[in-house]
């Protein structure tokens, strides 16, 4: 049986190898290492596959969340309701900012935002909401964006673990995450579901004017060079990642489409442990399984995690701290918040290995150590 690894990109990579390397050889022979045509074609393809009409590219996805919420024009001390259930890069932009992170519940069952929550959390200073589509599903997007709305207030979509997915209206219509809010913002991290050989991101949005001033910000506040009209930074997708990243763009579905057999083996073998709850899914998501999340209780989440290390079965607790608990924020009281549901999954969750190369040996042998585990 081969190593099993949270994420498998180097096997991966060996199935697509000839069309990457050819890829990095165009760039290599063009010498356009920077905003070369690699960038703009995958741009571009990007969009088509999103159905979104821009799509800017950045140097990674912590980037993109800064660059948005910098659009947005906010002043210090503006709030910005976020999960406090997430990976750090969500909140962290905004205390950089000076903004006030105003941290709020997920739903226990889809561990995304509560939109109930993210309701009861606004205040006149109340300035943007950024919901997350955590581990590879959607956010209730149709409720946040009503709130957004009967509120005027701008939504910036982090879809760093979920692009791909699709969100179902109640109309029936069905749009890509990120591209539901103002802003869509994602990372191209080497482990993210469309990721490169380094870092990467990218903010989509349907919005002309907005697409021009986060291409403005993302590259110095110019728009004409050497003509500086805005405060901005220098956050760029180089050439070589976009050519690596368009090979592997055509491939996305395919790739989600593994991981969702990964998680409904995982979801067959548990259906019966009860000490395990599979990842639910919400009726208006689907789920690219960015990770594979289950709760664990009434026996020891760390030890089986200790355990499974002990037979070389990598497994994440995604993640240890929530945000609301992160020394960062201590000097934030909008952070000192009780959050009881955040707190009840942090101390619970343990996410397997689900990538695009696991094969069935390596899944039944980490199922069998999971139940050993338990049946102990
Ligand atoms: C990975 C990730 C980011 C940050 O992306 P980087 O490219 O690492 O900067 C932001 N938010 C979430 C939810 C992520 O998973």
Redesign the pocket.
């Known amino acids: 049986m081969r190593p099993i690894q949270m994420v498998d990109t180097k096997t991966q990579y060996l199935h697509i190898k000839d069309e990457v390397d050819a890829g990095i050889q165009a760039v290599l022979d063009s010498a356009a290492y920077i905003n070369g045509k690699a960038v703009h074609d995958f741009a571009n393809n990007l969009s088509s596959y999103l159905g979104v009409k821009h799509t800017i590219t950045c140097a ?4 993109a ?1 800064q660059i948005a919420l910098m659009a947005l024009g906010l002043q210090p001390g503006d709030e910005v309701i976020t999960p406090s259930f ?2 750090i ?2 909140t962290e932009v905004v205390a950089l900012l000076r903004l006030t992170p105003v941290f709020v519940e997920v739903d226990k069952q889809s561990f995304c935002i509560d939109p109930a929550a993210i309701e009861k959390a606004i205040t006149p200073k109340t300035k943007a909401i950024v919901p ?1 589509h ?1 581990y590879g599903q959607a956010a209730n997007m149709e409720e946040i964006m009503a709130i957004a709305e009967k509120h005027g207030l701008p939504v910036i979509e ?1 879809n ?2 979920a692009i791909g997915c699709d969100y179902t209206f109640s109309d029936g219509t069905v749009k890509k995450t990120g591209t539901i809010g103002t802003i869509g913002c994602t ?3 080497p482990s ?1 579901n469309l990721g490169a050989y380094g ?1 990467g ?1 990218a903010m989509f949005t349907n919005d002309d004017a907005l697409a021009e001033k986060l291409r403005m910000i993302a590259n110095h506040g110019q728009k004409v060079r050497y003509y500086h009209e805005m405060v901005g930074c220098n956050s760029r997708l180089d050439s070589i990642q976009a050519a690596i990243l368009d090979v592997k763009l055509k491939r996305l579905d395919q790739y989600s489409a593994a991981r969702q057999k990964v998680a409904d083996y995982y979801n067959n073998a548990f259906a019966e442990v009860k000490e395990i709850t599979t990842p639910y899914v919400a009726p208006y998501t689907d789920h690219v399984y960015h990770q594979y999340t289950m709760l664990v209780e009434g026996i020891d989440r760390d030890a089986l995690h200790t355990y499974l290390g002990e037979h070389k079965i990598p497994s994440m607790i995604y993640y240890p701290v929530p945000a609301h608990r992160q020394k960062m924020f201590d000097a934030f009281g909008s952070a000192n918040t009780e959050m009881p549901i955040t707190d009840w999954l942090t101390d619970r969750v343990l996410s397997l290995p689900v990538h695009t190369e696991l094969d069935e040996a390596q899944l039944e042998h980490i199922v069998q150590h999971v139940v050993n585990f338990i049946k102990a």
């Open positions: 990674n996805g912590t980037d969340l997430t990976y890069a969500t997350v955590l982090d760093a673990q990372s191209f991290y993210k870092d991101g």
